[in-house]
T-cell receptor, first 111, second 113 residues
């Protein structure tokens, strides 16, 4: 299995909702990432997990809460988001060759 | 924060022509990578070039790296309509013991049949 999967593909939520994004890889990669991408902009790093421990938090607001339950799974819990948080959320995992494999993303709309 | 710039921002060519995209960056790097993104979907890894390499090929792709000028270029030869996408360079500075990619602004390539 050489892919990163993300669910859901699309998510619409209100500012008072709680939702979660899920990312999964079965390539044995030990580092996983969350990125946020706004339209016509490059991806921006949010979080890095290495060996299931949070290694980098790029000063992301606490309404985004990452979780790594095991080496194959990465979640991003969302609570009390703002409309400006609407974006494509991308998950990636790091190969031994330093390449990052990206999932197809979750398109999030906050109303 | 963006590591550097890419140019051109947009490029429009005919099928069969070559496309060249340039990337500049600001800090020392461990490696530089190029990715393709089709219309708001996930990124596809194209090629990785390490700081001690000067040129790398993969199929119709040729990447060069000049660490003295802190710049890289991606050449796509004999382009096809299916190459239409946004192309991003990303630098990996291996900061604090972790691989961390910082992306350039991207080049939007349109290849017309």
């Amino acid at each position: 299995d050489t892919e990163v999967t993300q669910t859901p593909k699309h998510l619409v939520m209100g500012m008072t909702n709680k939702k979660s994004l899920k990312c999964e890889q079965h390539m044995g990669h030990r580092a996983m990432y969350w990125y946020k991408q706004k339209a016509k902009k490059p991806p921006e790093l949010m979080f890095v997990y290495s060996y299931e421990k949070l290694s980098i938090n790029e000063s992301v607001p606490s309404r985004f809460s990452p979780e790594c339950p095991n080496s194959s799974l990465l979640n991003l819990h969302l609570h009390a988001l703002q409309p400006e948080d609407s974006a494509l959320y991308l998950c990636a995992s790091l190969s031994l060759g330093d390449e990052q494999f990206f999932g197809p993303g979750t398109r999030l709309t906050v109303l | 924060s963006q590591q550097g710039e890419e140019d051109p921002q947009a490029l429009s060519i005919q099928e069969g022509e070559n496309a060249t995209m340039n990337c500049s960056y600001k800090t020392s790097i461990n490696n530089l990578q190029w990715y393709r993104q089709n219309s708001g979907r996930g990124l596809v890894h194209l090629i990785l070039i390490r700081s001690n390499e000067r040129e790398k090929h993969s199929g119709r792709l040729r990447v060069t790296l000049d660490t003295s000028k802190k710049s890289s270029s991606l050449l796509i030869t004999a382009s096809r309509a299916a190459d239409t996408a946004s192309y991003f360079c990303a630098t990996d500075a291996f900061s604090g013991g972790y691989n961390k990619l910082i992306f350039g602004a991207g080049t939007r390539l349109a290849v017309h049949p």
